[in-house]
């Protein structure tokens, strides 16, 4: 993280920014609104180029906390864990639970910011995490969204009449499905094509070593999400799957050349022929050097 010593933290106050929070009176209206009492705001924001932003809540929040980053990056810490916010990436903070988030020094970040509750927020939060826990999430760009969000910003700045707030938290909603839904709404952005495309990649730099982290990255998802659709496609992990390419690649150097298993490693980007040995026997049944000389007698 940035060295942030020295320098002088805000929690707000930022050249361009937009923030609304309701009144107590208007939130006590909301709660006993049956159409939208379910799920609605009591914050709404708008941080660009956010220098300097901090914000720690050591009891945190009794609303959930959904922090967008478009520019930039910054820092997200729950409960001892830290999480990045990069461009078209998101987070939702759950409530109750001490956290503290700050802006890049280097590079501070433009977020879109909203805090939600209601009987049906629960429900919501979950479907978003897995297993409770928050995790950091990349989205496709859409300018939709951004309409969306302007489109509540202006509402509640004319006033918090009862058909603004209404339409505000419906907004809320499709806004918020979005993002938690945006696999389904957005099918095209999360095809199997994209597997087929990191599958491609995986076959054409069979010489090179990639961590998992690296094949999510290229693919521009994170890790869980990358693993989850992978594995749908495919049935195995993205690490299994290309370790198998490389085994098979390997077969076809034992078969049709004389190469040591050296020579073969470095073709295949393993760095250490035990190991090679070990998961080439893992798959194939055989030693390479057995593989070889059944195979190549027939």
């Given at each position: 993280m940035d060295n942030l010593m020295n320098v002088r933290k805000i929690k707000e106050g930022f050249l361009g920014q937009q923030m609304i929070v309701l009144p107590p009176d208007t939130k006590k209206v909301v709660t006993k609104n049956p159409l939208i009492r379910g799920l609605y705001l009591t914050?709404?924001?708008?941080y660009p180029k956010a220098i300097h932003h901090d914000r720690e809540r050591k009891t945190g929040s009794q609303q959930y906390i959904f922090l967008y980053c478009t520019e930039g990056r910054g820092y997200v810490e729950i409960l001892k864990q830290r999480f990045e916010l990069v461009p078209n990436t998101y987070i939702i903070i759950p409530k109750n639970i001490a956290h503290h988030y700050c802006t890049s020094e280097s590079d501070p970040w433009t977020i879109y910011w909203i805090h939600f509750t209601g009987e049906h927020a629960d429900q919501l939060y979950s479907r978003y995490a897995k297993d409770t826990a928050p995790e950091v999430q990349t989205i496709a760009y859409d300018e939709q969204r951004t309409e969306q969000f302007n489109l509540?910003?202006?509402?509640?700045?004319n006033?918090?009449?009862?058909?603004?707030?209404?339409l505000t938290n419906i907004k809320l909603l499709q806004f918020l499905s979005s993002f938690i839904y945006h696999e389904e709404m957005y099918p095209s952005h999360y095809s199997v094509d994209q597997v087929s495309i990191s599958i491609k990649f995986m076959k054409e730099n069979l010489t090179k070593c990639y961590a998992i982290q690296e094949l999510a990255a290229h693919s521009n998802y994170s890790v869980s999400h990358y693993s989850d659709?992978?594995?749908?496609?495919?049935g195995c992990s993205p690490m299994q799957y290309f370790n198998q390419l490389k085994i098979q690649k390997s077969c076809q150097y034992l078969y049709f050349t004389d190469m040591n298993i050296k020579e073969i490693c470095v073709k295949i980007g393993f760095d250490d022929p035990y190991y090679f040995s070990r998961m080439f026997k893992k798959l194939m049944g055989s030693s390479p050097a057995n593989y070889r000389n059944i195979y190549k007698k027939k």
């Amino acid at each position: 993280m940035d060295n942030l010593m020295n320098v002088r933290k805000i929690k707000e106050g930022f050249l361009g920014q937009q923030m609304i929070v309701l009144p107590p009176d208007t939130k006590k209206v909301v709660t006993k609104n049956p159409l939208i009492r379910g799920l609605y705001l009591t914050a709404i924001g708008y941080y660009p180029k956010a220098i300097h932003h901090d914000r720690e809540r050591k009891t945190g929040s009794q609303q959930y906390i959904f922090l967008y980053c478009t520019e930039g990056r910054g820092y997200v810490e729950i409960l001892k864990q830290r999480f990045e916010l990069v461009p078209n990436t998101y987070i939702i903070i759950p409530k109750n639970i001490a956290h503290h988030y700050c802006t890049s020094e280097s590079d501070p970040w433009t977020i879109y910011w909203i805090h939600f509750t209601g009987e049906h927020a629960d429900q919501l939060y979950s479907r978003y995490a897995k297993d409770t826990a928050p995790e950091v999430q990349t989205i496709a760009y859409d300018e939709q969204r951004t309409e969306q969000f302007n489109l509540m910003l202006s509402l509640l700045e004319n006033n918090y009449s009862t058909r603004n707030i209404e339409l505000t938290n419906i907004k809320l909603l499709q806004f918020l499905s979005s993002f938690i839904y945006h696999e389904e709404m957005y099918p095209s952005h999360y095809s199997v094509d994209q597997v087929s495309i990191s599958i491609k990649f995986m076959k054409e730099n069979l010489t090179k070593c990639y961590a998992i982290q690296e094949l999510a990255a290229h693919s521009n998802y994170s890790v869980s999400h990358y693993s989850d659709l992978f594995k749908k496609k495919t049935g195995c992990s993205p690490m299994q799957y290309f370790n198998q390419l490389k085994i098979q690649k390997s077969c076809q150097y034992l078969y049709f050349t004389d190469m040591n298993i050296k020579e073969i490693c470095v073709k295949i980007g393993f760095d250490d022929p035990y190991y090679f040995s070990r998961m080439f026997k893992k798959l194939m049944g055989s030693s390479p050097a057995n593989y070889r000389n059944i195979y190549k007698k027939k």
